[in-house]
């Protein structure tokens, strides 16, 4: 057996046999060494640290050659304890854990977990028409950005760096969008208990109207690259299978479900925020397969466009609505506004509280340290994120803070069909089923 | 339930009067039928489906427009199994553990939430336990997608799901003390050290109520 002293590999014996630690360097070496033992049976930690796992994922494979013959997920290097830390925080300093949970769908997260709170309060229909459709119209434009990321991220772990930069390209449109509207480019906690945070700023429309049109024109250039290309489709066709009795089994909701040709949609299925007003299709494939989903991504951005002009020309109509509800015990005290510097307290609002009305101050002082109270029960809501069946479980004591927040995320339950996809399959296969089951590790581990 | 004082003093020669104030909760109680909406035909079914309804059906909660059901855990995988072949709900969307420190004999919750596809249906099952006896069936059997949200809610709360193919912890390390999403485990519970100051941890720090 031949000795290298390469820094960055090295290996050592162990109970469960010879342990090899490559972190680059030189694999001739490594491929020399291995070769000498008789064993066909190798282990590989794929992850948590590698470019191609869609984030901090660990990929245990167990492998004959280039076969995989049993696959594992370590998840939980993500794990900050968002749950735990709401407990401890008013429910309206909620939205502010929750958004950075699945780091690519925040407005998912901030509205699924606001829809649960006023459920709690009893106000669900007292949120303003306005507010309603600002929330669907952020959600589209996050839906179409995550979906960015999936096909952009997607395309470059199987090697195609071109439909990266467009992919990146079209999401920046939209983050200058949502920076417009809340200030943020993610992480904005924009959706509040109650409506939003803030009115859309003026001429914001006309920006939005003109970024569709962008979209719309742009989203022909990834189109273009992939659907149909062979080299993408001998990469993705047959590939990552998962058919709807193991969907089901597995709970697996979203485009993996949509690929088995079932059009299960929580926007038609069990509409929340309106949805049962907007005209739009839902794309589906009976491929079972990556290439399917992939293909009902492309197609969901189509749709979500239509959804967002939608929402503009209800928004036309809508203008001088308040976008928080009129009950000044659960509304979010300050009215913020995008100033030169930024966002901050409009000094209308300053000037009120500080200097004329005493009510004003106690409220806003009450609100901000203490908050509401909720009423004691649980609730379940759930919304169809990007990723699938985005559910939020809430337990309110009737206190000024929540007694339980748990999430259940699509990408942590989505993640667990990654055995069966990938199973059987070729070691280069699983780059491709992860990246269609489309796991954000941030809403995984949370 | 019930919580005592507010701003967090305590043990002060506080003289505001926020100290000794007392919040009970009072948890919603058992709901008669009719349930309303769909929850009497679910509840129907499952009764002509499984004759013991009566005897594994602790208590029906419907509350802001959603059903619980309150299972007694020995029944737990019978009633699942019925939900799922019978009734058709298809799919366990996941499970939530609560800690309840001051419901004696039944401190932690399981919760399932259930949804059924082809009846367009949602519902919720609820397990209680006692803090020393933390046994739950796992329903992995039933719904194979549990199989994480099960080792979620035991590495957070503890509770044992019996049968597990492989009940280990899923988010933190495996060598982890306690469970972190339990009451009395404090948030965060170590100090912070940074260049030789000590920040309290968040657990110590003063909250408000």
Same mark, same amino acid.
């Given at each position: 057996m031949t000795t290298f002293t390469d820094p960055y590999a090295s290996s050592q014996e162990t109970t469960e046999g010879r342990v090899y630690s490559v972190t680059g360097g030189d694999w001739d070496a490594l491929v020399t060494e291995i070769g000498a033992t008789k064993e066909e049976r190798v282990v590989v930690n794929m992850g948590p640290q590698h470019p191609s796992t869609h984030g901090v994922l660990r990929l245990i494979l167990e492998l004959e050659g280039e076969t995989i013959t049993e696959t594992r997920c370590g998840i939980g290097y993500l794990?900050?304890? !968002? +749950?735990?830390?709401? #407990? &401890?925080?008013?429910?309206?300093?909620? $939205?502010? @854990? $929750?958004?950075r949970m699945d780091y690519l769908s925040p407005i998912f997260n901030e509205t699924a977990y606001c829809l649960g709170v006023e459920k709690l309060l009893g106000i669900t229909n007292d949120v303003t #028409?306005? /507010?309603? *459709? !600002?929330? $669907?119209m952020m959600m #589209? @434009?996050?839906?179409?950005?995550?979906?960015?990321? /999936?096909l952009g991220t997607g395309a470059l772990e199987l090697g195609a760096l071109s439909p990266m930069i467009f992919a990146f390209r079209e999401r920046e449109k939209v983050l200058d969008i949502f920076e417009l509207v809340s200030g943020l480019r993610m992480n904005m906690a924009y959706v509040r208990p109650g409506g939003v945070a803030q009115d859309l700023p003026a001429g914001a429309l006309s920006k939005i109207k003109q970024t569709v049109k962008d979209l719309r024109h742009n989203f022909k250039d990834n189109e273009k690259l992939l659907v149909g290309n062979s080299i993408w489709i001998k990469r993705t066709q047959g590939i990552g299978y998962l058919d709807l009795a193991g969907?089901?089994?597995l709970g697996i909701t979203g485009p993996v479900l949509r690929s088995t040709g079932l059009a299960w949609d929580l926007r038609k299925a069990q509409p929340y925020c309106g949805y049962e007003d907007y005209q739009f299709d839902i794309p589906t494939t009976d491929t079972c397969d990556v290439y399917g989903r992939f293909l009902i991504r492309m197609q969901e951005l189509e749709q979500s466009l239509r959804i967002i002009e939608q929402c503009v020309a209800k928004l036309e109509k809508l203008e001088g609505q308040p976008v928080m509800v009129a009950d000044k015990k659960i509304a979010w005290p300050s009215q913020l506004s995008v100033g030169a510097d930024g966002m901050g307290n409009s000094l209308n609002h300053?000037? +009120?509280i500080m200097g004329e009305s005493m009510e004003a101050l106690i409220h806003h002082f009450k609100l901000v340290t203490e908050g509401f109270r909720v009423p004691a029960g649980q609730v379940y809501t759930a919304i169809e994120s990007p990723r699938g069946e985005l559910g939020v479980n809430l337990v309110s004591d009737g206190g000024t803070r929540p007694y339980? *927040?748990?999430f259940r995320d699509p990408s942590f339950n989505n993640l667990q069909s990654t055995a069966a996809m990938c199973e059987g399959g070729q070691v280069a296969d699983v780059i491709a089923a992860v990246a269609s089951i489309d796991p954000v590790m941030g809403g995984v581990d949370r | 339930m019930s919580e005592k004082g507010m701003f967090g003093v305590s043990g002060s020669g506080d003289t505001s009067g926020f100290g000794g104030l007392v919040n009970s909760t009072v948890i919603t109680g058992s709901t008669q039928r009719p349930f309303g909406a769909y929850f009497d035909q679910v509840a129907d079914d499952l009764e002509r489906a499984y004759p013991l309804f009566s005897d594994a059906i602790e208590k029906v909660i419907v509350d802001r427009g959603e059903l619980t059901l309150f299972v007694k855990r020995d029944r737990l995988f019978e009633v699942a199994k019925i939900l799922r072949d019978e009734l058709r709900f298809e799919m366990c969307v996941g499970v939530n553990g609560v800690h309840y420190p001051n419901e004696s004999g039944r401190e932690l919750h399981a919760i399932y939430s259930l949804l059924s596809i082809t009846r367009n249906q949602r519902i919720r099952l609820e397990v209680s336990v006692s803090d020393q006896d933390p046994h739950i069936p796992s329903?992995?059997? $039933?719904? /194979?997608?549990?199989?994480?949200? +099960?080792?979620e809610t035991y590495d957070m709360f503890g509770i044992i799901f019996d049968n597990h193919p492989g009940l280990t912890r899923i988010m933190m390390p495996d060598d982890w003390p306690g469970h972190p999403q339990r009451k009395d485990y404090p948030l965060g519970?170590?100090? !912070?050290? &940074?260049k030789g100051a000590t920040v309290p941890a968040p657990s110590e720090r003063r909250s408000y109520r």
């Open positions: 794990h900050t304890g !968002i +749950e735990k830390n709401t #407990e &401890y925080r008013n429910w309206t300093q909620g $939205v502010t @854990f $929750v958004t #028409e306005r /507010a309603t *459709v !600002i929330r $669907v #589209e @434009f996050n839906r179409i950005s995550s979906h960015m990321v /999936a969907c089901t089994t300053i000037r +009120e339980r *927040v748990h | 329903l992995v059997e $039933v719904w /194979a997608g549990t199989n994480w949200h +099960e080792r519970g170590i100090d !912070i050290e &940074y």
